[in-house]
């Protein structure tokens, strides 16, 4: 399949979903805003993942970045009294195990798939255990609306500036790979990391950094979950979302322009579930339970469709040793 | 030192990685590990009828886990048990519950049926990933996250029990296993289980076929030389961990009192896949080992409902274990210093 085919079965799909939405009686601006607020985490993550398969170091623990930031996220939040440190909170502890991740990989030349892995299920158990220990109550808290990230109205939808953050990140991310010497020096790591050592590069400390980068922008998604978006936080938050956001990547074959487009598609499909799911006379027709497979349905035909077209970098997954 | 001894070695370390982190969060939220570690313990192993729920919970991971193992073996990142545990157990609920048959043609046909439907739900990564390329930790997630739904519309809309909208029919008596003892839930559901390992372990070391599976994972390159079709290497391998998986969610249902029926939550299904990944890498992702591994894991479960209850620990930081567990054994430099040491 050609990119251009590609597209061209994006856009037929979203002319189906955009006649379906009319059909049943939506408004296209109440899907545009959940969809928004759907792609914001998405977005994040996947542009720092890009950034970071570019230079050769695959995360699959975005998902328990994203449950573990989600926590501190509404901790640090509460202690601050304020939704916009809970963010930076939540892109610490990002930040700080994307560097462990990534120390694990560079240095510990672990097996990063099976790492990922790991702290994902770690974050899984340990949510529960800081919802207790933290706030003594089990799988679920709910702090007060004022620490919300307050959303900013234009004439047709309210949107969050998170989401104005995740876009510029992507245009940044795309800027800072293609036009400069850092960008540059990143996608040699990733596909020739012995001429990028000879060269006078630090392979290892440049892969640290994306680790780390990547590790913070999935921890702000993260914390964005209960602070900018939900307005609660309950123990299964993410629900899958880091590893849509891979898809996003895959789909993307690592551009941060084109992962902030796979964003948007697979935040619009969970924006037309959420829309679906509070519409009085539409909820009655449709079994929310098809409605809450949407998001993933989406992301596994997209990724069908897309693949094959893209190529990643040569070492993607694979520490480096000099010999 | 042999191999095996060594992985044994490895293991162990790793669990002891995991069990310090846990005791030091502990020690940070003001518990007491060293009694909530007891209580575990106890909980586990301190009397027969505990050292059988021990095995009634070590039973469907072992199952699992072999999920993963088989993956492994064939290259395969496959973490799709969970998604094949629900679909296999919403088969078992089906053919257990609104079908009728002879007492031994019963057990025979749930069994089949939980199996069958967790295979069939394996097939849609395996076809996606030898027709499309699509990597199986995508697809696989993506496909749990689909069975959950699904399975909870089917389990609600069509099997729902009158009256108790929370679980679907109980399965007839005739579809039961029989409990072992009065005071466990362990059922002869556990023999098949194992049957099964030990099948698997045979196809992949005492065949042909096996071995070929075992190639593909270990040297692709080498295979596709030797003529090894990889493609259905790839399809028999997630139909196998399909089985497995599939049969460890029938088991919840038909082999596991006092429920005899699937919870419209999925509650007592869920997340055995994921925990069979922890289980599968701790056991060397070898059909043995997962079964010694099963059975720790199973100690950690059931003792950790005990150590919630002595210690007031929440029984779900056994899980933040094992995953940190998992973290500490994908570190093989960590293994080398350690082996360089002595």
Redesign the interface.
């Known amino acids: 399949m050609t990119g251009r085919g590609g597209t061209l079965a994006v856009y037929v799909l979203l002319a189906a979903v955009a006649f379906a939405l009319w059909r049943l009686g939506l408004a296209l601006w109440s899907v545009l805003e959940a969809g928004l607020l759907a792609m914001t985490p998405l977005a994040l993550a996947a542009v720092g993942e890009c950034l970071n398969e570019k230079a050769g170091v695959v995360n ?1 623990g975005l998902e ?1 970045i994203f449950l573990l930031s989600a926590v501190t996220g509404v901790w640090t939040a509460e202690a601050f009294g304020s939704g916009a440190v809970g963010l930076v909170g939540g892109a610490l502890t990002g930040a700080l195990l994307g560097l462990g991740l990534g120390a ?1 990989s560079v ?9 990922g ?10 949510v ?2 800081l919802l ?2 933290l706030w003594a109550f ?1 799988g679920i808290h709910l702090f007060a609306p004022e620490l919300t990230v307050p959303r900013l109205h234009t004439p047709l939808v309210q949107i969050s500036p998170v989401t104005i953050l995740a876009v510029l990140v992507a245009l940044g991310a795309h800027l800072v790979l293609h036009r400069t010497v850092l960008g540059f020096r990143i996608r040699a790591v990733g596909e020739a990391p012995e001429a990028a050592d000879a060269s006078g590069i630090r392979v290892e400390r440049l892969r640290l950094f994306t680790s780390t980068l990547g590790g913070a922008l999935a921890g702000v998604a993260g914390a964005f979950l209960p602070l900018g978006w939900f307005g609660g936080l309950v123990k299964e938050i993410s ?2 979302r880091g ?2 956001a ?2 996003c990547v ?1 789909f993307a074959g690592l551009e941060p322009l084109l992962a902030l487009g796979a964003a948007f598609l697979f935040g619009f499909a969970e924006g037309v579930a959420f829309a679906v799911a509070i519409t009085p006379g539409v909820k009655e027709r449709v ?1 929310f ?2 409605v ?2 949407l998001p ?2 989406t ?2 035909l997209v ?2 469709v897309a ?2 077209q893209r190529r990643f970098p040569r070492t993607v997954g694979r520490p480096y040793a000099r010999e | 030192m042999p191999r095996f001894a060594r992985s044994i070695v490895d293991s162990a370390t790793a669990l002891l990685v995991g069990l310090v982190c846990g005791g030091v969060l502990m020690r940070a939220f003001g518990y007491q590990p060293m009694a909530a570690y007891r209580a575990l313990v106890v909980g586990a192993f301190g009397s027969v009828p505990d050292l059988l729920e021990t095995l009634a919970f070590a039973t469907p991971l072992a199952l699992t886990a072999l999920t993963f193992s088989v993956g492994v073996r064939a290259g395969l990142f496959n973490i799709g048990a969970e998604g094949q545990v629900y679909v296999g157990a919403l088969g078992a609920a089906f053919v257990g519950g609104s079908v009728l048959l002879p007492p031994g043609a019963h057990l025979v046909a749930v069994t089949c049926a939980a199996m069958a439907c967790g295979a069939a739900w394996a097939l849609l990564p395996a076809l996606l990933r030898i027709w499309r390329g699509v990597h199986e930790v995508i697809s696989t997630i993506m496909a749990n996250w689909i069975a959950f739904f699904l399975t909870t519309y089917v389990a609600v809309t069509f099997l729902g029990e009158p009256g108790r909208a929370e679980r679907t029919r109980p399965v007839w008596p005739t579809a039961r296993f029989p409990v072992l003892t009065e005071d466990a839930s362990l059922t002869a559901v556990a023999f098949v289980a194992l049957g099964l390992c030990l099948l698997v372990y045979t196809y992949l070391w005492g065949t042909r076929a096996g071995y070929e599976l075992r190639l593909v994972g270990s040297n692709p390159d080498a295979a596709r030389y030797a003529g090894v079709r990889t493609r259905r290497v790839v399809v028999a391998s997630f139909l196998l961990g399909g089985m497995s998986a599939g049969l460890a969610g029938g088991s919840q249902v038909f082999g596991r009192p006092p429920a005899w029926s699937l919870y419209a939550t999925l509650g007592n299904v869920a997340t055995l896949g994921f925990d069979g990944i922890g289980v599968a890498l701790v056991g060397r992702n070898h059909p043995l080992g997962g079964l010694l591994s099963a059975i720790l894991f199973g100690a950690l479960q059931h003792g950790g409902r005990y150590m919630e209850y002595q210690a007031g620990v929440v029984s779900e930081l056994v899980r933040a274990i094992t995953g940190l567990v998992v973290v500490a054994l994908a570190v093989p430099e960590l293994w080398r210093l350690i082996w360089r040491r002595r």
């Open positions: 699959i328990g694990l240095y510990g030349r672990a097996d990063q798939v099976i790492a892995m790991g702290l994902n299920i770690a974050a899984l158990g340990l529960p255990f207790i220990g089990p629900a899958g590893f849509i891979l898809g895959v079994p339970y098809f809450n497979m993933y349905v992301t596994l990724v069908t693949i094959g």
